[in-house]
Nanobody
Framework: QVQLVESGGGLVQAGGSLRLSCAAS???????MGWYRQAPGKQRELVAT???????NYADSVKGRFTISRDNAKNTVYLQMNSLKPEDTAVYYC?????????????WGQGTQVTVSS
């Protein structure tokens, strides 16, 4: 069973920084990795994704403030969040499109809370 373990969430003041990490295990191969978030009363939305070759994609709301990266040797994806705003407050979910044995599937982490105070 694929496992995604997230870390790095917490409480930070506006303008501060946080770094999220997500390590995947029991995976044979990974293509896209990324982060989504869900604020109270809102739908889950894309934050950023990164392909196996390093191609990145960001939501307009985080461009220039967040940076996604990955370490393929460690099957780990990171999200460096700078200049945080109260509207960034949400539960952040790690996402991977991966192959456990034969088939490709989407996998999600358990979520980590990020709270930005004004």
């Amino acid at each position: 069973q694929v496992q995604l373990v997230e870390s790095g969430g917490g409480l930070v003041q506006a303008g501060g920084s946080l770094r999220l990490s997500c390590a995947a295990s029991r995976i044979f191969s990974i293509s896209t990795m990324g982060w989504y978030r869900q604020a109270p009363g809102k739908q889950r939305e894309l934050v950023a994704t990164i392909g196996s070759a390093g191609t990145t994609n960001y939501a307009d709301s985080v461009k220039g403030r967040f940076t996604i990266s990955r370490d393929n040797a460690k099957n780990t994806v990171y999200l460096q969040m700078n200049s945080l705003k109260p509207e960034d407050t949400a539960v952040y979910y790690c996402y991977v499109h991966a192959r456990e044995v034969v088939f490709w599937n989407d996998y999600w982490g358990q979520g980590t809370q990020v709270t930005v105070s004004s």
